[in-house]
């Protein structure tokens, strides 16, 4: 593999890692509606974050990537609540259409679609910033951070999340 696309396909993997799981923090409410810090699908990106040794302008720009998708997910939540309660007022009209509704669901879903993919894409650029900043040894502990989530997200918390279940029957297996 050539050095640039080592470097892409690096790139790529720390957007995606550093996106999910900013994505995973960034969609739970905490008090009254608030993040909270130091969940714990966030404790990896936390503990990387401290790993990497940031200089002063890495720094700032993983400030700024943050605030990115945190500002990227909250705007993303109030178009799906928006969304939400669109549905809602036809729904609850008395004899709706289902049909015009399915049909307002799906414009309103691909508008949302459309809006959601812009956004990921500015957050996905503010990350690869970041990317850019870091020197060798940074990149690799990124990797390496990347490759455990995504082991962890395969096993799950017990170890069988995604295992297929062959024998038992309605769990993969056919039953005669």
């Known amino acids: 593999m050539t050095g640039r696309r080592k470097i892409g396909l690096m790139g790529a993997l720390l957007a995606a890692g550093l ?18 810090e130091g969940l714990r699908p966030m404790r990896g990106f936390e503990r990387l974050h401290k790993q990497l040794n940031l200089n002063p302008q890495q720094e700032e720009l993983w400030k700024k990537a943050q605030g990115a998708q945190r500002e990227a997910f909250r705007s993303m939540r109030a178009q799906a609540e928006e969304t939400r309660a669109k549905l809602r007022v036809e729904i609850d ?24 993919d812009g956004t990921r894409a500015q957050v996905r650029s503010a990350w690869f910033a970041v990317y850019d900043a870091l020197d060798a040894g940074q990149r690799e502990r990124v990797r390496v951070a990347i490759r455990d989530g995504m082991d962890r997200m395969a096993h799950g918390s017990r170890g069988h999340r995604f295992e297929r279940h062959e024998g038992r029957p309605g769990r993969g297996a056919e039953t005669g």
């Open 93 to 116: 009209k008395p004899g709706a259409d289902l049909k015009q509704f399915a049909e307002m669901r799906d414009q309103l879903r691909s508008q949302m679609q459309v809006r959601m």
């Open 19 to 36: 996106a999910g799981a900013g994505s995973t923090w960034a969609q739970m409410p905490g008090p009254r509606g608030e993040e909270r």
